[in-house]
């Protein structure tokens, strides 16, 4: 049975999503011009933080899943077998002065991947590639599996003849 992993909201984006919430309201309500602006960011920042967490926690789409054949990433578009996985390990991001635990899933081929990667997604994952070394980072604040279950999952079903 694979593990599926789903984003879980978290404070920042239940912040975003419900601000964009009121701004769509405001300028819904407000019905002019400045209103039809203050609506569309609104509804634009909806779909850009809301769209995932809908998509995932309603829709039951996973942001990971992990299985016999290899690692596929569905909201990312990407899909790697065993063979184009270097490696899986625990890192941290830092965000000002304190730091969040990601999962970095290396490939073998990174600037491959990026390339698979759906378009709105691209400059993350260039961004990453840059960063990290590997454009598949996922924040462990939004997930709802720990990076240790993850890691687990990924050492139990991959073949022997790779590190993880």
């Not at 819904?28 to 509804?43: K, M, Q, S, W, Y």
């Not at 997604?121 to 240790?148: C, F, K, Q, W």
Request: charged letters at 20%; glycine letters at 8%; aromatic letters at 4%.
């Amino acid at each position: 049975m694979p593990l599926l992993v789903r984003l879980r909201p978290n404070g920042p984006y239940v912040l975003f999503t419900l601000a964009a919430v009121v701004a769509v309201v405001f300028g819904v309500t407000r019905a002019d011009l400045l209103g039809a602006v203050i609506a569309v960011a609104g509804a634009v920042v909806l779909v850009l933080f809301g769209g995932p967490i809908i998509v995932s926690t309603v829709c039951r789409v996973p942001v990971l899943a992990v299985d016999e054949s290899g690692i596929r990433l569905p909201l990312m578009g990407v899909r790697l077998s065993w063979d184009e996985v270097a490696s899986v390990r625990r890192s941290a991001a830092l965000r000002g002065k304190t730091s969040t635990p990601v999962l970095l899933i290396v490939p073998t081929r990174p600037e491959i991947v990026v390339v698979r990667v759906r378009p709105w997604l691209l400059r993350e994952a260039r961004g990453n590639l840059a960063r990290y070394g590997t454009p598949i980072v996922l924040s462990d604040l939004s997930l709802d599996h720990s990076i240790d279950d993850i890691v687990t999952a990924v050492r139990r079903r991959r073949p022997a003849t790779g590190e993880v």
